[in-house]
């Protein structure tokens, strides 16, 4: 069974950094796509950010250039490094995990909302920055 579990997220000053975290287990991550996703209230869930196994990556351009996409395959981890937090960051951020390689989202395919594509998602952790 494919599990994804985000790490802790928690509360930030604006300004601050935080770096999230996501392991994947029962799959073992080589030619996929992973990313990060937001939903803040009230919202639709947005791309944050993807990485494919040949570490292409993809940032919409809805989304500031402060947010760092990484992953670890021999740990099976995704990491989203997050600096510069604002007030308007705050939102549940999940993981998600496309299997395959070429056309996917993180190659750019335009993939709707809500799942983008996605076979898999964590359940998500709260990231909350206060001002």
């Known amino acids: 069974q494919v599990q994804l579990v985000e790490s802790e997220g928690g509360s930030v000053q604006s300004g601050g950094s935080l770096r999230l975290s996501c392991v994947v287990s029962g799959y073992t991550v080589s030619r996929d796509c992973m990313g990060w996703f937001r939903q803040a209230p009230g919202k639709e869930r947005e791309g944050v950010a993807a990485i494919d196994s040949d570490g292409r990556k993809r940032y919409p351009d809805s989304v500031p250039g402060r947010f760092t996409i990484s992953q670890d395959n021999a740990k099976n981890t995704l990491y989203l490094q997050m600096d510069s937090l604002k007030p308007a960051d705050t939102a549940m951020y999940y993981c998600?995990?496309?299997?395959?390689?070429?056309?996917?989202?993180?190659?750019?395919?335009?993939?709707?909302?809500?799942?983008?594509?996605?076979?898999?998602w964590g359940k998500g952790t709260l990231v909350t920055i206060s001002s």
């Open positions: 998600g995990l496309e299997l395959g390689w070429g056309d996917t989202y993180c190659s750019g395919r335009d993939s709707p909302p809500p799942d983008y594509g996605m076979d898999y």
